[in-house]
């Protein structure tokens, strides 16, 4: 009889949803960082800030 747990520690697997926990608190605050840095820019909004990362990318018009 295999069991799906079988022969994987229940520990390994909890540590890695508690690492995984810990990545996504760690993503959120830092894209409410971001949103509230965008937010309080004074005026870019979504399309120049596409338009920026667009330049670097080679993706623009002007490459």
């Known amino acids: 009889m295999c069991r799906s747990g079988a022969g994987r520690p229940e520990g390994r697997r ?3 949803l508690a690492r995984v926990d810990l990545l996504m608190a760690a993503l959120n605050a830092d894209l409410s960082a971001l949103g509230a840095e965008l937010q309080g820019s ?11 990362a667009a330049e670097g990318s080679g993706d623009g018009p002007h490459a």
């Open 42 to 52: 004074g005026g870019r909004g979504e399309a120049q800030v596409r338009a920026s």
């Open 14 to 16: 909890g540590g890695l």
